[in-house]
């Protein structure tokens, strides 16, 4: 199932059309998306920014075109010795922090106007951008022959599969990704994740208010200022600047913006 398959079964059972997804999973990962509802699909970008959590199998002795196994085979190591625990755990720590990567060249991100895995697949030579990516942490989790599960908590714009990739040639062997799964996006974990089979028998039990979604701090407006926040105006403040969840007492009003000492509207919830 793709994200787009998974929005159009919400469309369904909800019987709305305003519905979109919080982050678009590779073809081969599983685990969690979550989805937004009605006017809560304003708020899915911020969702971009959250941190994320995922479980993954990286094999060691192959190397593919994709750095996951669904890619073609370009090197395969024979007769390989595998780092011992010590090893691994010692080279994750090089991986922690703000790292440079090269995403794949089978990925989304666009080269002079073009996907990139359009051009791969056409077998197009060019250069794929190094970014900073942050890698919050990276634990080695279990070892099987020449499979390590690891978890990686990292920030918006890391490839796994790059890491996965770059972890193996740090020890001086082609790995690729075998399996990927995404435990947590921000707020969101797989344990309170629910199927589509869940959403069918009774899909509006599961919903949860968009204020419970967003990660950012609390700020209650003055009364006699909702209806000028409303309006677009600012109201001054004395506040370092950054985004927040916006009430009226008990009443969410949407996400706004401290800025040079003003709070000022970002996104509305319609009254």
Same mark, same amino acid.
């Given at each position: ?5 998974? @929005?159009?079964? @919400? %469309? ?11 982050? =678009? ?11 937004? /509802?009605?006017?809560? $699909? &304003?708020? /899915?970008?911020?969702?971009? *920014? ?9 094999? #060691? ?6 750095? *996951?196994? =669904? ?18 755990? =010692? ?7 703000? /790292? !440079? ?19 791969? %697949? &056409? ?6 951008? %190094?970014?900073?990516? $942050?890698?919050?942490? #990276?634990? /080695? ?7 390590? $599960? ?7 714009? $890391?490839?796994? %599969?790059? +890491?996965? @990739? ?6 001086? +062997?082609?790995?690729?990704? &075998? ?26 039990? #599961?919903?949860?208010?968009? *204020?419970?979604? +967003? ?28 985004? @927040?969840?916006?009430? *009226? ?16 509207? !970002? ?5």
């Amino acid at each position: 199932m793709t994200s787009h398959d998974a @929005v159009n079964f @919400v %469309r369904k059972i909800f019987q709305t059309r305003k519905v979109g997804h919080g982050g =678009t999973l590779d073809p081969m990962a599983t685990g969690i998306l979550p989805i937004a /509802i009605g006017q809560a $699909t &304003k708020f /899915i970008e911020y969702l971009a *920014d959250c941190s994320k959590t995922y479980r993954a199998e990286i094999l #060691f002795g192959v190397e593919t075109d994709s750095g *996951d196994v =669904t890619g073609k085979i370009l090197r395969q190591a024979e007769n390989f010795s595998m780092p011992n625990l010590d090893e691994l755990n =010692t080279t994750t720590k090089n991986f922690i922090g703000q /790292i !440079e990567q090269s995403p794949p060249k089978f990925s989304a991100i666009k080269i002079n106007g073009r996907k990139a895995y359009d051009l791969a %697949r &056409k077998n197009l030579e060019f250069e794929m951008p %190094r970014r900073i990516v $942050t890698i919050n942490h #990276f634990k /080695i989790l279990h070892v099987d022959k020449n499979i390590v $599960t690891v978890e990686v908590d990292c920030a918006k714009g $890391t490839y796994i %599969r790059s +890491l996965a @990739v770059d972890f193996g040639a740090a020890l001086n +062997l082609p790995a690729t990704l &075998k399996s990927l799964d995404r435990v947590r996006v921000g707020k969101f974990f797989i344990e309170d994740a629910v199927t589509i089979d869940d959403l069918k028998i009774d899909g509006e039990k #599961f919903l949860q208010p968009i *204020d419970a979604c +967003l990660d950012f701090e609390k700020f209650n407006l003055p009364a006699h200022r909702v209806k000028a926040y409303r309006n677009g105006l600012p109201t001054n403040i004395s506040a370092e600047n950054k985004l @927040v969840k916006v009430y *009226d007492g008990e009443n969410f009003l949407g996400v706004g913006k401290i800025f040079s000492g003003e709070l000022r509207s !970002e996104k509305l919830v319609s009254s």
